[in-house]
């Protein structure tokens, strides 16, 4: 029976034999034919894989032969394809469908929705953009959030979204992002580079030359089992290398850190325990020791940094406190008796020590503090620039550390719109307000329309947003305090959500278009993130499920609707546009990276080049820092700041400072109500949010359905609570249902929730018990300080108990409830 399906999946047949000729067809046909099915490889956040595909659909997938140290979240992919979570098809909100702007905006997150045509929904999204440009202009309209998307550099969704919007009107924008806002934004100023996402010093000569190294609250083997592009997991093997040094007593690992972390399990290091929140007091001790005991390298100050005496003069109590800032001072508020941070500044100071911090400790209030503070003790010891000494804070990211190749990667989708254009609405007032914010305080632009802050020596006013466009991104995950999001989300008009799933953001949109996973369409990728390994071919191993598009598909329809489809598109397909990135790289590469042609890369699957030598951050710095000058406003190091003392920040001045939290345990504020200190960092078996929604896998570490919270057996006993209890978790900003994982891996007063757990409140109204355990339920939504206003996350107090009784369903998963109208 010829039906439109068929005859658009012949046309689409007909597209790809002329684009890519008989080889790849043949391969194609025997997929389609063969009863035992086709292995097609292609490429994820987690890893290279191989997915079997019989009568159209995936029945197994494993892990690529060459993947050195595949991850276990591999087994979780097929359930991402294959869930009830799936968005089928497009979707409006039933209260706004019939209402529009005039809807009432408290039933948002009631789950109740109508189907609708594609025609209908991208007709409704050219509406409402029509609407907001013409009524408030670009301030009315904040498209600017983005996450981490699914992996591919022709679909990314952020420069799909960014292109056809754009294309129509200007709008508001972000800068910075979650994961490393307080450290991107002080770094700068202090080292001359972002540093987070900088390449660092290849691990093989860490291990060659480190005496000592420190891992400050980081935990690289858990994180490192993810990547912004097709992870290849090679700096895993690392690990072994130093598990087998610190047995044969050739390196002495530190972990300091709360937690006794999966890689310090790993490889056998040492765990020193620091109160949480109090890493800047310690370091603050470590300086004194270090100056006072004259350990510091004096030569080292005076050649490369600048402002050692004004921060010298607070160390020792000379200055602006008049505290002075020794070990015994310290003890109390680190947790650290003070011979042990004297010892610990002697060991750092005994041989060459490299520093590696994790993302982790930047995101609390003050996160800018403790990076600084790492600089500064990095640069006392004086070996910045040495092989196997100085600081990194990317060590545990997308494989920093693994000799890159240096062969050019495959380019991206355009992101902005074509040389000489300009978009249908044309207009750049923004009505007196800023047209970009930064990226954690967008619940704040909601709430306080033409309210001012301060960020990073600028005056930021708040625009008054009417309308919000996110696609491929869950703020409903990454941002903090639910119940004031709640409140923030009641005063927009309109939200439009773009994803495959139906995480907490698509339920808390008016209009909701199904994209298709990256499963459902082909692309190429860069293989391996900081590597440069190779390039991947990412081979579509189903058509997209239920009525599914690709991003692609969807904002050529949205830029259709205003004539501009073809400038949108260039008037080219999917295949078309895979092949020339493909064939741009490979010119880019020519003479010095020899690649196939694209039909015989396609077929064989991945290209891959020779690893790259060795190399030392900082090096060149240390040989001449006139020429090589960093990018500070000095071109050194700078250990006071005298640019940011100028904006006059009570939260982030002239140079690191011990500042108290709003909340803290251990005897801090706050803690004789909530003495216990909530940590949501990065999940061990999802990425952020990404694969929570599949069944099964989650079945495999989830605790009666609940996300775990891992505990001590001190605050358990002291609770009645016992491994594989459910128990709420609560404090003024909201509460919670997880389960119990009791573990002396975690010491008294510490508890870890994995951020990415998808909320599910028993129902819509503001204060609702979560049921499934989502950490930003209850974290704090303050900026970090007035420099970088990013996000303060593990600042964050709670009491848990023992849940009695019935416990509510899980409502987090699943698809809406469908009405008619």
Not at 523 to 542: C, E, P, Q, R, W
Request: aromatic share 10%; hydrophobic share 35%.
């Amino acid at each position: 029976m010829t039906t439109r399906r068929t005859v658009l999946k012949g046309l689409a047949a007909s597209a790809a034999s002329s684009l890519l000729g008989p080889s790849l067809l043949t391969k194609s046909a025997e997929a389609a034919t063969s009863s035992a099915g086709t292995w097609r490889l292609t490429g994820s956040h987690w890893g290279a894989i191989e997915a079997l595909v019989k009568g159209g659909k995936v029945a197994e997938i494993k892990p690529y032969e060459n993947d050195p140290n595949p991850t276990d979240m591999v087994k979780g992919i097929k359930g991402v394809i294959y869930n009830p979570s799936r968005i089928k098809y497009p979707m409006a909100r039933a209260d706004w469908l019939d209402n529009r702007e005039n809807a009432d905006r408290t039933t948002r997150g009631d789950n109740r929705y109508v189907r609708i045509t594609w025609d209908e929904a991208l007709d409704l999204f050219y509406e409402e953009l029509e609407r907001i440009q013409n009524t408030y202009g670009p301030s009315g309209l904040f498209a600017g959030a983005t996450g981490w998307r699914q992996t591919g550099m022709f679909h990314t969704c952020i420069n799909h979204m960014n292109r056809g919007v754009g294309m129509h009107g200007n709008y508001v924008r972000k800068v910075g992002d979650y994961s490393t806002g307080a450290g991107q934004t002080i770094l700068p100023y202090v080292i001359g580079n972002t540093e987070v996402y900088s390449q660092g010093t290849s691990w093989p000569v860490i291990l060659e030359n480190a005496d000592t190294i420190v891992m400050w609250a980081t935990d690289p083997m858990k994180n490192l089992q993810v990547g912004w592009t097709c992870e290849t997991h090679e700096s895993l093997e690392y690990f072994d290398e130093m598990r087998d040094k610190i047995a044969a007593g050739e390196l002495r690992v530190i972990s300091v850190d709360p937690v006794r972390t999966k890689t310090n399990k790993h490889v056998g290091a040492e765990q020193f325990y620091v109160n949480p929140q109090t890493d800047v007091a310690f370091m603050l001790a470590i300086a004194h020791t270090l100056y006072n005991e004259g350990l510091h390298d004096e030569e080292f100050l005076n050649i490369y940094t600048l402002g050692f005496e004004r921060f010298l003069a607070y160390v020792q109590g000379e200055a602006e406190d008049g505290v002075e800032k020794t070990p015994e001072w310290a003890a109390p508020i680190c947790g650290v008796d003070a011979d042990k941070i004297r010892d610990f500044a002697r060991i750092m100071a005994g041989g060459r020590t490299q520093l590696l911090f994790g993302w982790s400790v930047q995101r609390q209030q003050h996160g800018e503090q403790p990076y600084w503070m790492g600089t500064i003790i990095a640069a006392m010891l004086g070996q910045i620039g040495l092989p196997g000494g100085g600081v990194s804070y990317s060590h545990h990211y997308s494989g920093i550390g693994v000799p890159q190749t240096g062969a050019s990667m495959p380019g991206a989708f355009p992101l902005n719109l074509d040389l000489g254009k300009v978009p249908e609405h044309d207009n750049t007032n923004f009505n007196g307000a800023s047209a970009v914010i930064p990226v954690a305080r967008w619940v704040d632009m909601l709430l306080n329309p033409g309210g001012k802050i301060q960020h990073n020596g600028h005056e930021i006013t708040f625009p008054d947003v009417r309308m919000a466009v996110y696609t491929g991104c869950n703020p409903w995950h990454h941002h903090q305090d639910r119940n004031k999001m709640r409140k923030a989300f009641q005063q927009l008009e309109t939200v439009i959500a773009i994803d495959y799933a139906w995480t907490a953001t698509c339920r808390h949109a008016d209009l909701v278009l199904p994209a298709c996973t990256q499963f459902e369409r082909n692309d190429l990728d860069t293989f391996g993130g900081y590597s440069n390994t190779g390039v991947i071919a990412m081979h579509k191993l189903i058509d997209p499920l239920y009525h599914s598009k690709t991003d692609f598909e969807i904002f050529a329809g949205l830029t259709k609707r205003f004539g501009r489809s073809e400038e949108y598109t260039r008037g080219m397909t999917e295949m078309e546009w895979v092949k020339q990135t493909y064939e741009t790289t490979r010119s880019a590469n020519e003479g010095r990276f020899d690649m196939p042609s694209f039909e015989e890369f396609w077929e064989q699957g991945i290209v891959k080049f020779d690893r790259g030598e060795n190399w030392t951050r900082h090096a060149d710095f240390r040989e001449d820092p006139e020429i090589n000058a960093l990018g500070t406003p000095s071109g050194f190091i700078e250990i006071s700041s005298r640019t940011i003392e100028k904006f006059g920040y009570d939260d982030c001045g002239a140079h690191p400072k011990w500042m108290e939290k709003v909340e803290r345990s251990h005897g801090g504020p706050m803690s004789d109500k909530y003495p216990i200190w909530l940590q949501s960092c990065h999940p061990d078996q999802r990425l952020h949010s990404q694969m929570c929604e599949s069944d099964e896998y989650r079945a495999t570490y989830a605790v009666q359905g609940r996300e775990p919270i891992y505990m001590s057996p001190e605050d358990a006993a002291a609770r009645g609570i016992e491994d594989g209890d459910i128990v709420r978790v609560f404090n003024d900003r909201g509460q919670l249902l997880a389960g119990a994982r009791v573990t002396d891996d975690y010491a008294p007063g510490v508890v870890r929730i994995h951020e990415g757990a998808w909320y599910g409140p028993v129902d819509a109204s503001i204060g609702a018990l979560d049921t499934y355990g989502d950490p930003n339920t209850l974290t704090i939504d303050v900026g970090a300080s007035k420099l970088s206003q990013a996000t303060s996350a593990n600042t964050c107090l709670v009491e848990i108990e023992k849940f009695e009784g019935d416990a509510p369903p899980v409502t987090s998963f699943g698809g809406p409830t469908e009405v008619s109208l």
